[in-house]
């Protein structure tokens, strides 16, 4: 089956980095879209940051400057690289990404399964 796997979570302290990412697999040919999504208690679901058609990336103010989105084509996986961490960086991250599976001209929206990030001293 299709699957997004995410890891990279993890315990980081104030102005530290983290880097998660996103692994497709089950038929994948390729990564058509990505983005990340955060969330966190009692907060709606942010949208983090997006990497769409021809590698265009967009960020949340909140984190401009402090992370990156990347595909990797090779490996079917997307990854966020977060530097200079804060405390309101604390959420469960979320990988989605439109998928184009193997034998398909189209492609189809996954989830990840959520991987936990905090930021704490």
């Known amino acids: 089956q299709v699957q997004l796997v995410e890891s990279g979570g993890g315990l980081v302290q104030p102005g530290g980095s983290l880097r998660l990412s996103c692994a497709a697999s089950g038929g994948v040919s390729s990564i058509k879209t990505g983005a990340w999504y955060r969330q966190a208690p009692g907060k709606q679901r942010e949208l983090v940051a997006q990497?769409?058609?021809?590698?265009?990336?967009n960020y949340a103010d909140s984190v401009k400057g402090r992370f990156t989105i990347s595909r990797d084509n090779t490996k079917n996986t997307v990854y966020l690289q977060m530097n200079s961490l804060k405390p309101e960086d604390t959420a469960d991250y979320y990988c989605n990404a439109a998928l184009v599976l193997i034998g398909s001209p189209y492609s189809y929206s996954y989830w990840g399964q959520g991987t936990q990030v905090t930021v704490s001293s």
């Open positions: 990497i769409i058609s021809g590698g265009i990336t």
